[in-house]
C-alpha cells in the first residue's frame, strides 16, 4: 500500500528503505541558509525536526541517540573537564553532557542559529541547560573552529552531525581529524555519530581507516537502538588519542545521578559489544 | 512526501510509525486458510515475505532475529536436549536451533504449511537444516500441540509467532504458559517474541506478569536490533521453571562453531543488559 501525506516519509534511495511517523500537522518550515528545517506534530513521537527531509530529533526516542553520544565517551574517560560538541544544535547531546560535575566547559558549535533557536521553541526540554555558566553556544563552522583551537585544550570531542554529504561531509575527513587530534590533550576522546551498523558498514570501516591514519591511536564502535534514523540501529565511532583501555570513571551512585532513560552500567557494557559482521568489516 | 506503489509499506497505525523496503516486484500472492502470504523482490534487502501485510522475513536481516532468538536461550541452558519452536514457519530458528550439537530432538510446529513451502522456494537458506535427522516439521496449532505434550519432556520453547492480534493471540496467554510450564523440565525454558521495547512496552509487562502469574519463576527481556520491524528494535522475553542464575554452556570454540553473524559472547550478555526505563516498566 502507498502512503499519503498525512504521514511524515524520509525514503533513502541508496539504502532503499523508507520510515515514516503519522502526522498531525507541520507547525513549521524554513529555508536558513543552510538547509531547510521543518518541524512536525507527530502523533505518536510528539515533536519531529527534519533538516533537508531527513529525521533528526523526536520527542519521543531522542534520549537513545543523546545519551549515547555522550555518556559511554565521558563515562570512559578519567577526567573529562573540557568537552566540545561539533553539531549538535537542538542542545540534547549538551544537556546530557553538563550532567557530569567533572565538565568544566562545555561549548557547542553549531553552524544553523536557526536549529538551536527551533528546539528551544519546539524541544525545550532539550535545553534546559543552556543557560548552565559551563556552557557556551557557538554558530559556526565546526572544521574552521578546530583548526583554531589550542593545541591539547580538549578532553572530548564529541561530533553530533547530519550524514557526511553536504554541509557535514568535511567532519568526517581525515584533515579534520587531524585538527582533532592536535586539539585533543593525552588521554583525549573523540566520539562521532557514524550511520547504521547494518546500512552503513562501508562508510563505518572508512571512517575508522581515516581517524586510525590520521593519528588516533585506536578506534572502537558503540551502537545503539536509534528508531527514527535509518534501519532503527544506529552507531557511534570513539576514537582515542592514546591507545589502552577505557576507563570506567562512574560508579553506581554517579550514574544513577544522571537520571539517564537508556543509560547505565549495564548498557554501556553493551554498546560497546561487537557483532561478528561488524568484527569482521572493521579488522579489514 | 508519499511513497507509492514502487515501496512496500506496512503502516501500524496503533504506533504511527511505517517501515518501507524499495521494491523490485512482487512475485507471489496467496491466501492461505489463515493468512494473506506475500513474497516481494526487493531492491536492498533480498526477499521480504509479509503475513497480512506485516513483515515477517527479509534475506538480508533475518540473521539478527532468528540468532538472538535461539542462541541465548540455549546458551542459558545447560543441556537442551528437546527443543520445540512454535510459528518459525520460515525454518530460520529451527536452522539456528540445530547447530547445537546438544540438541537431539527440535520440533517446529507451524499452523500454516505454505509459510515453510515459500521459504523453501524463497529462502532455501533458512532450509538447509529441515533434513536433520533431529528436525520433525509439524503442521498444526501450536495451542493444541503445547496441551498435549508430555509432562516434563522439553527443555526449550521457542516462541517464533507473528504479532499478538488474529491468530497468534492464544499464544500470549495464561492458559497457554500453564501448559508449557507442565511441558518443561525442571530449570527449562521458555523464549518468545516480544514486540518493541519502545512501542510496546506495556505488552511486555503484562507478558511478564502473566507468564510469572502461570507459575513461572523468573522472566527476563533480551534486546536486539531487527530494522524490518517496526521500530528497528526488537524482543524477546525468557521465562524460567526454575529461579535462579541462568547457564552460560557455551565456551569460545562452541560460540565460533555456530558461524553466527551477530551473536557471539559480548552480544549474548549485551541482550540482556536492560535500560534504565524497561527496568522502571517491568518492576511494576
Not at 554558530?139 to 578546530?146: E, V
Not at 570513571?249 to 548498557?267: I, M, P, S, V
Amino acid at each position: 500500500m502507498s502512503l499519503d501525506n498525512s504521514w511524515f516519509t524520509e525514503p533513502v534511495e541508496q539504502t532503499g528503505t523508507a520510515f515514516s511517523l503519522k502526522l498531525g500537522e507541520r507547525v513549521h518550515a524554513e529555508q536558513t541558509p543552510y538547509q531547510k528545517i521543518e518541524i512536525f506534530k507527530t502523533e505518536t513521537f510528539g515533536y519531529l525536526m527534519t533538516i533537508d527531509g531527513c529525521t533528526m530529533v523526536s520527542t519521543r526516542d531522542n534520549f537513545l541517540y543523546h545519551e549515547m553520544m555522550s555518556h559511554p565517551a565521558l563515562n570512559s574517560h578519567p577526567a573529562p573537564h573540557d568537552v566540545v560538541v561539533v553539531g549538535g544544535g537542538d542542545c540534547g547531546t549538551l544537556r546530557e553532557v553538563l550532567k557530569h560535575p567533572e565538565v568544566k566547559r562545555a561549548v557547542q558549535v553549531e553552524i544553523d542559529e536557526r536549529v538551536t533557536r527551533l528546539a528551544e521553541q519546539y524541544f525545550p526540554e532539550l535545553c534546559v541547560a543552556n543557560g548552565d555558566p559551563r556552557a557556551t553556544l557557538f554558530f559556526g563552522d565546526g572544521i574552521a573552529w578546530m583548526k583554531q583551537a589550542p593545541a591539547e585544550s580538549l578532553d572530548l570531542i564529541i561530533i553530533d552531525s547530519t550524514d557526511p554529504v553536504g554541509p557535514a561531509e568535511g567532519l568526517f575527513g581525515r584533515k579534520f581529524y587531524l585538527d582533532c587530534i592536535k586539539a585533543l590533550r593525552p588521554g583525549g576522546l573523540l566520539v562521532q555519530q557514524s550511520e547504521s551498523p547494518l546500512l552503513h558498514l562501508s562508510l563505518i570501516a572508512e571512517m575508522h581507516r581515516f581517524m586510525r591514519e590520521a593519528g588516533f591511536a585506536q578506534t572502537r564502535l558503540l551502537h545503539f537502538p536509534q528508531p527514527i534514523y535509518p534501519s532503527g540501529w544506529w552507531s557511534a565511532s570513539v576514537a582515542q588519542k592514546t591507545a589502552g583501555e577505557l576507563a570506567q570513571r562512574l560508579d553506581e551512585a554517579a550514574l544513577a545521578a544522571l537520571g539517564t532513560k537508556f543509560y547505565n552500567a549495564e548498557t554501556h557494557r553493551a554498546a560497546f559489544a561487537t557483532p561478528n559482521f561488524v568484527k569482521q568489516a572493521l579488522a579489514g
